[in-house]
């Protein structure tokens, strides 16, 4: 019997996968647990349709990303910090501060966790970071640290 998983299934496959199954299995355990529908005509016009539509939605998010990471060239952020007698800095700048500067002087909301950031910024000075704004998609900002006076 085939079956069209609705679910991720350890033993059988990922969601939207056409599988076959023993009646048995199916009629005990797949359908009754809603892991699975029957993959009639109709069934699987459904999920041809959904997947067509998935497609289009993921091709139009990453327009989106990839017009965002033009509209982000050459762009940058700036931003003070407290600085000590000998040039030591107080504090440092962390990507919710970054998302926050983004969103204040740019007009771009950028969740804080696609900021690529490996240690917070502690220094004076221009820095590149990497946003993942998509999973194909990288863009860079220049994050511009000065002494707060």
């Known amino acids: ?22 009646q048995g299995y199916a009629r005990n355990f797949v359908l009754p647990k809603k892991l699975g529908v029957e993959a009639t005509p109709k069934n699987l016009n459904d999920l041809k349709l959904k997947n067509q539509n998935d497609e289009k939605i993921a091709a139009e998010n990453l327009a989106e ?40 002087q740019l007009g771009v909301e950028v969740d804080k966790k696609k900021i690529v950031l490996p240690e917070p910024i502690k220094s004076i000075g221009g820095t590149v970071v990497k946003l993942k704004i998509h999973p194909k998609v990288t863009a860079e900002i220049l994050v511009d640290v000065t002494e707060e006076k």
């Open 1 to 22: 019997m085939k079956i069209i998983l609705t679910q991720d299934v350890k033993s059988l496959g990922k969601k939207g996968d056409i599988v076959e199954v023993n």
């Open 65 to 104: 990303a990839e017009k965002l990471k033009a509209d982000l060239a050459d762009k940058k952020i700036t931003t003070s910090m407290k600085v000590g007698a000998n040039g030591k800095t107080f504090g440092s700048i962390s990507s919710k501060e970054i998302a926050e500067l983004l969103k204040k």
